[in-house]
């Protein structure tokens, strides 16, 4: 049974077109939250916001793009024009791009920078002047921001670029009473892991603990849980099987 912890906040996802990002605006409108989604996607973040809504929900998309301080600005006027306050902000859009260190690229290195690190930054500015005391961040980190794999050095350095993001954020902006948190997820077959090879997703599978992946629900059940801890801040939350183990 659902006690509708949200009831009449607002919530803002980032990246809702698939995913955890789906998952976590469905949980947050579950919960009584008006939903604000952002995707680069708009077809598919507008597919999310309309089945929220047929299932009772509240639910706003939007095409979003999270390196575009513009965007951004425009995005938060918009919020607060309809709904009049900010309670809840997830960063979750994510870009993924590989490569060992010798064959990557200095643009994808970059694009990965901008979407995964200043993205987030670019949110919490244009954010900060309507998250109110009570307020809520969380940002979606990962294991390889915290645990090196071959091949990662993009978005691995992304992650934990925001993990650090997250510490100062925590204490910049407790004096306000917003508190800024990060979960990481650990394994989720995602559009983001659809080009893993089998043979690579199966490795990476026999050294989860749990022995299975995640799923975006159990993902966004930690999300949602943490957002409405009033005495947590600068934490770090894994949901991934043990993997950090």
């Not at 690190?117 to 307020?135: D, F, I, Q």
């Not at 690579?200 to 801890?229: C, F, Y």
Request: with cysteine; proline share 2%.
């Amino acid at each position: 049974a659902m006690n509708r912890r949200l009831e009449n906040k607002v919530a803002l996802v980032t990246g809702a077109g698939s995913g955890l990002g789906a998952a976590t605006a469905t949980r947050f409108a579950e919960e009584g939250a008006h939903v604000f989604l952002t995707d680069i996607n708009l077809d598919s973040v507008a597919n999310v916001a309309s089945t929220i809504r047929a299932a009772g929900g509240e639910a706003t998309a939007r095409r979003q793009d999270v390196t575009d301080e513009a965007d951004w600005d425009i995005l938060m006027q918009d919020i607060i024009a309809a709904k009049g306050r900010l309670d809840v902000l997830v960063n979750n859009a994510g870009l993924h791009r590989g490569g060992l260190i010798g064959s990557l690229s200095q643009g994808d290195w970059q694009d990965v920078i901008d979407t995964n690190l200043s993205g987030p930054l670019n949110c919490v500015r244009a954010a900060l002047p309507y998250l109110r005391e009570g307020g809520s961040i969380v940002n979606i980190g990962a294991v390889v921001g915290l645990r090196g794999f071959a091949g990662d050095a993009a978005y691995g350095a992304s992650k934990a670029g925001l993990a650090g993001l997250t510490q100062v954020l925590a204490v910049e902006l407790a004096r306000r009473g917003v508190r800024v948190n990060l979960v990481i997820p650990g394994m989720v077959s995602t559009e983001m892991t659809a080009g893993i090879s089998p043979r690579a997703k199966a490795k990476l599978v026999e050294s989860i603990p749990l022995g299975r992946e995640g799923t975006a629900d159990e993902l966004a059940n930690v999300v949602w849980w943490v957002a409405g801890s009033p005495y947590m801040t600068g934490s770090t939350i894994s949901n991934d099987g043990g993997l950090l183990c």
